[in-house]
């Protein structure tokens, strides 16, 4: 007989989610992921102008702000067929850059890395021992002993308050634990490095849009406004400023991020459990030239099904056959029904609680079970994020891939095949990391020169006047989120929005089983993994965090006769 254990909530992540798991003889034999929480805010913007909807599906999310924003104005672009200055392409691409580099290090020092290293444990390590391992891998300055041991003094005390503070809850001491006192020690310093140098590099939004989080953005291009010799504008200080955050941020990649990566990674090349689907969807980004021009993209777009690196499937996301999200497990109904699936251009926000009133012992897993829909490409479920863009970019022959890839695999001494797991996800975060922090170099320079040749223009106004607009029209914006694939349609009609749909990278890797018993991508990686104590249930986090869940944190509703909107916290 299988014994269910729960985790809820799933901490260290954004949102609400709940993770039941069936463990029979030590292993999982079957998991199940559950959205807790509904996001409802594709009601909120209904018949509004559809150049304010980014201000709003922002908020979606408190961390995915600028994602869901820069989504948002893409997929109106698209429908009014808007091309934006070259200037704003690449400020779009700086801030994206900026914030892909802020969530995967905040992700793997904050959220992630507890799941493999042992915080308590550093009280044990030798402090000059540590600073002998830090110099080896990397010249980052602050190395010494004394630097250590101050570390270690600081951890002591909270230990020995007995209130551990940021360090609560944690399953100290877990079998599954495999550093040495020492190389916990050193990440637990750039656990608190990262805490500082992360508050700097988000300056970038808030230079370029105006703040963050919830920067600005504008349909037409950016509300950026370039001139080296104003005060009130974006002038030559802030510009070489935020230069200079760039140098920074790569340094504290490949110095700090990149060698704690492969020293931690090195110790648990062997813990190859969490593959999952080994279905990989990339929508491409990071354009070099017109977002409309796929070829441009530094992020390739693609498929690759089975784990085949030798076959690279076409994406098209208005093709209705493509894309489409199921409701069969989800409180949702299509047209009055229970089950089926939509593409996004008919989707609906119509929901239907069935399942168990709190507190309850387990979902009924069996019939609905999430507020998370399935969605699915051509009815295969799909993983999204950094393993898949990696995987896609190694398996379209990226030179830039193939060799970051090929040089960490040796490092590492593992296969190719060993990075379709867990640790394959928190390595393919680190080594895009190294990837776009060259990019955004890139993009500032040109940035920097455009300007230097005298062009300033940010904003194209060609198309921002409703009565130049179609009487109706649909539109797609996609874009690659530090998680994964996102994704937001529109349909306009009469200058207003009729219909609008965001399925989100969490959506896929965290939606519940389809009408063919598919499961998603949370799911499919649990199972099959060994659990050493079920009480402790170590290794379902490390699986579920190496995807870094993002959730909807709130419920937000309209009410359709009233028009207020209302807030539900979820317990």
Not at 550 to 560: I, R, S
Request: charged share 25%.
């Amino acid at each position: 007989m299988a014994n269910r254990i729960v985790v809820d909530p799933v901490s260290r992540i954004e949102g609400h989610l709940r993770v039941e798991a069936d463990i029979k003889d030590g292993v999982i034999a079957k998991a199940y992921s559950s959205g807790t929480a509904i996001r409802g805010i594709e009601l909120i913007v209904k018949d509004r102008d559809p150049r304010d909807v980014w201000a709003f599906v922002q908020r979606i999310c408190g961390v995915c702000t600028s994602s869901h924003a820069l989504a948002s104005i893409r997929t109106v672009e698209d429908a009014l067929d808007i091309k934006v200055p070259k200037n704003a392409s690449l400020i779009r691409n700086i801030m994206n850059e900026a914030l892909f580099l802020h969530d995967h290090i905040v992700h793997f020092y904050h959220l992630h890395a507890f799941d493999w290293v042992d915080v308590v444990d550093a009280l044990n390590a030798d402090p000059a021992e540590t600073s002998k391992i830090a110099q080896s891998i990397s010249d980052w300055p602050k190395s010494s002993p004394g630097y250590f041991a101050e570390v270690q003094n600081k951890v002591k005390k909270v230990v020995d308050s007995g209130q551990l503070g940021i360090f609560a809850n944690g399953y100290w001491g877990h079998p599954e634990y495999k550093l040495p006192p020492e190389v916990n020690l050193l990440a637990v310093a750039h656990y608190l490095e990262a805490l500082d140098w992360q508050k700097e590099v988000v300056k970038i939004q808030t230079i370029l849009g105006g703040k963050n989080p919830h920067p600005h953005y504008v349909v037409g291009g950016m509300a950026t406004p370039l001139d080296i010799n104003s005060d009130n504008g974006i002038h030559a200080e802030r510009l070489m400023h935020i230069s200079q955050l760039i140098d920074q941020a790569r340094d504290f990649v490949t110095k700090v991020y990149i060698p704690d990566l492969l020293a931690i990674g090195s110790y648990y090349k062997e813990w190859t459990y969490g593959g999952g689907l080994n279905n990989y969807l990339v929508y491409g980004d990071f354009p070099t030239g017109d977002i409309r021009d796929v070829d441009t993209y530094r992020i390739p777009r693609g498929v690759i099904l089975n784990g085949k690196l030798n076959e690279i499937h076409d994406i098209d996301l208005k093709d209705p056959e493509q894309v489409q999200e199921f409701i069969d497990h989800s409180w949702y109904t299509y047209d009055g029904k229970e089950t089926g699936g939509k593409h996004p251009w008919e989707g609906e926000q119509t929901f239907n609680y069935t399942g168990p009133k709190p507190p309850y012992d387990f979902l009924d897993v069996d019939k609905k079970y999430s507020w998370i829909k399935s969605p699915r490409w051509k009815e295969q479920p799909m993983e999204t994020g950094p393993l898949a863009r990696m995987l896609v970019g190694y398996a379209s022959g990226r030179e830039e891939y193939v060799q970051i890839v090929d040089d960490t695999l040796k490092k590492l001494g593992i296969p190719l095949e060993a990075l379709q797991s867990a640790l394959g996800r928190t390595v393919a975060r680190g080594l895009e990391s190294v990837l776009i922090s060259g990019w955004m170099r890139k993009d500032m320079d040109q940035l920097l020169e455009n300007i230097k040749n005298g062009d300033q223009s940010t904003f194209d106004k060609t198309k921002w006047e409703p009565e130049t607009w179609p009487k109706n029209v649909k539109g797609v914006g996609w874009m690659e989120a530090p998680r994964g694939s996102l994704g937001h349609w529109i349909e306009i009609d009469n200058q207003k929005v009729k219909n609008y749909q965001a399925v989100v990278p969490t959506t896929w890797n965290a939606s519940p089983m389809d009408h063919k018993g598919n499961q998603g991508a949370y799911e499919a990686a649990l199972q099959n993994t060994p659990i050493a104590d079920p009480k402790l249930p170590l290794e379902i986090l490390r699986i579920v965090h190496s995807f870094d869940p993002c959730l909807a944190c709130a419920v937000h509703l309209t009410d359709l006769e009233t028009r207020e909107s209302t807030e539900i916290k979820l317990g």
